[in-house]
């Protein structure tokens, strides 16, 4: 276990009384649950749980029918997803959305996008401080590309990577912001072993070395139960339950979820 | 059989027998095709960074054009009309974004194009209002050094004709072609429109605001807008019936790919070179105007057979 030199602090994101309607179909219903300094959340749940659609709250595509997101202590009903990346939320998403005509180097700069400071006007034209900026922020983007070691690929357009390197890139990409509250949508969906081995190992590091915490979906049960501090599971959008991969792993209700027992 | 004739043979000889004017209409071709490119470019710019077909384009071009030739004929200097025209078309955007755009995000792209075509017709009536509908303006080409000769280019005994304005025309395409070529890979912000035309919700992730982007890309739009208008104001003169023009973007685009720069240029030069020499050569065989639905006719084949155009991004349907 890797919890044991960890400080895991106060909550750093509280989900409170969350509902989220499509029309008829209830996504959400009254979820809460916070996620602390620098621990390792995962979300698991059945297809179609709603863990997406919680993601998509906490990061602004989404804004919640009821209750409310409280961030760093403060309160939000509705935030534009720009927004949010600029008080330290970085994502990676479920269907890889990386800039594909660009490059691993250029996906990895946009991540850089929050950090920059020269106005439009100065980048555009591209002189002087804005340059400098450029440059400062071109290290800090090979410093992210040495940390996943991908350094043979910083040339390539990533629409041409096999589909473990873009998944890397992508968690590339929402490291290059250096954010306080990491997003994983099933990091390593659609991955063989060895990728995955590497994916575990990158978000422990990143977890570890640079104290980011992180909420993750994900499928695979064994990686659930390594990596994550706790676990919370939805079921058609209500939270059944939150706790410890151990304690989780025990729970009646979440075993019937998953082995599909009738609904008394 | 004589027709078979003339539309095989007879072509061919007469290329053969007058290579020098083969020329000439290829070169011509070449010219009209810059300016084809010139406003499907414009069109090319809008729709990769917000997936939007902004049906307006033509109309914005000729506003540009008419505030700067109203601003000149009104007694001020040249650069000043330039000035003033950029501005207003950066208001223009501005204002679009602002009343047009922003309401309609997460919008089906249907939608948005509907809302396009109400602002094509809401900016006509609207320089109708401000610069007059009736009068036609003429573009100050002295005032611009835009030369109205043709030069004269010895050949194999005989001479090749080119228009000076067509020259110009070539040039600026080519300079501005280059310009935004260097915006959209070398500056922070051209990243961020890139990344903005790949993927909205991944740009949004990492805070990219869309709004201001949005803006940009519509200011530069509207300011190859300005470029277009002055080109093709310079070879009529100035009045709304030069939105019909914009008509001939739609072929291009289809030919290039609605995504693709160099795609734009590629299939302005097909478009424009095709239309001639297929009057010159083939006009009497097959009944004469050919120029008037070549362009379409070989878009139709292109929706046939490549779809997404010479350059532009593959379809593939997960299934």
């Given amino acids: ?264 | 059989m004589d027709f078979l004739y003339s539309v095989t043979a007879d072509p061919v000889l007469q290329i053969v027998e007058d290579p020098v004017f083969f020329l000439q209409i290829i070169l011509e071709g070449l010219m009209a095709g810059v300016m084809y490119s010139l406003v499907a470019l414009g069109f090319c710019l809008i729709y990769k960074a917000s997936g939007v077909f902004n049906f307006a384009q033509g109309v914005m071009m000729v506003l540009a054009v008419m505030c700067m030739v109203t601003v000149y004929d009104a007694g001020f200097g040249i650069l000043l009309a330039l000035l003033v025209a950029m501005v207003f078309m950066v208001g223009l955007s501005f204002a679009i974004e602002r009343v047009v755009l922003r309401p309609m995000v997460n919008q089906p792209q249907i939608i948005l194009f509907m809302a396009t075509i109400g602002l094509a017709f809401f900016l006509e009536g609207f320089g109708e209002f401000i610069f007059g509908g009736s009068s036609q303006k003429i573009v100050p080409t002295e005032a611009l050094h835009i030369g109205r000769d043709a030069l004269l280019i010895p050949m194999f005994g005989s001479e090749i004709r080119l228009q000076q304005l067509d020259l110009t025309a070539g040039v600026c395409a080519a300079l501005l072609v280059a310009t935004l070529a260097l915006f959209f890979q070398k500056t922070t912000v051209g990243r961020a429109l890139r990344a903005v035309a790949d993927d909205h919700q991944a740009a949004l992730s990492v805070g990219i605001p869309l709004r201001s982007m949005w803006v940009i890309v519509w200011s530069v739009a509207g300011l190859v807008a300005l470029v277009t208008g002055i080109m093709w104001g310079a070879s009529s003169s100035v009045d709304f019936s030069l939105v019909l023009i914009a008509m001939k973007a739609f072929p291009v685009l289809i030919l290039g790919g609605f995504t693709s720069v160099p795609g734009v240029i590629v299939g302005g030069l097909i478009i424009g070179v095709g239309e001639k020499v297929a009057e010159l050569y083939w006009g009497d065989a097959l009944g004469g105007s050919i120029e008037e639905w070549f362009a379409y006719v070989l878009a139709l084949v292109f929706l046939m057979f490549r779809p997404q155009g010479l350059f532009g991004e593959k379809i593939i349907e997960r299934v």
Avoid at chain 1, 92 to 118: P, S, Y
Wanted: aromatic share 6%.
């Fill in chain 1, 1 to 264: 276990m890797v919890t044991d030199h960890k400080q895991i602090g106060e909550a750093l994101l509280q989900v409170n009384n969350v509902s989220l309607s499509f029309g008829a179909v209830q996504a959400l219903s009254d979820v809460s649950f916070e996620v602390r300094e620098h621990e390792i959340l995962a979300i698991i749940g059945p297809n179609g749980a709603g863990k997406s659609s919680m993601l998509n709250v906490i990061n602004g595509f989404y804004t919640a029918n009821e209750g409310s997101i409280v961030y760093k202590g403060i309160s939000r009903a509705k935030m534009e997803p720009a927004d949010v990346a600029r008080n330290g939320v970085s994502r990676t998403f479920q269907n890889i959305a990386l800039f594909r005509g660009m490059t691993t180097l250029d996906n990895i700069m946009t991540g850089r996008n929050t950090k920059m400071h020269r106005n439009f006007i100065w980048q555009a034209i591209y002189i002087g401080p804005a340059r400098n900026e450029e440059l400062e922020h071109r290290r800090k983007a090979e410093e992210i590309i040495d940390f996943l070691e991908i350094q043979a690929i910083r040339k390539t357009p990533v629409g041409r990577l096999p589909y473990g390197l873009q998944k890397r890139v992508e968690l590339g990409r929402a490291l290059a912001a250096e954010p306080e509250l990491l997003l994983l949508d099933e990091p390593m969906a659609g991955m063989n072993t060895e990728e995955k081995e590497d994916m575990c190992r990158f978000i422990l590091d990143v977890n570890e070395e640079f104290g980011t915490t992180i909420a993750l979906i994900e499928h695979d049960m064994g990686v659930v139960m390594d990596i994550s501090d706790r676990v919370v599971v939805l079921d058609y959008g209500r939270k059944i339950a939150d706790g410890s991969p151990d304690e989780v792993r025990g729970n009646q209700s979440v075993i019937d979820a998953y082995l599909g027992v009738s609904r008394e």
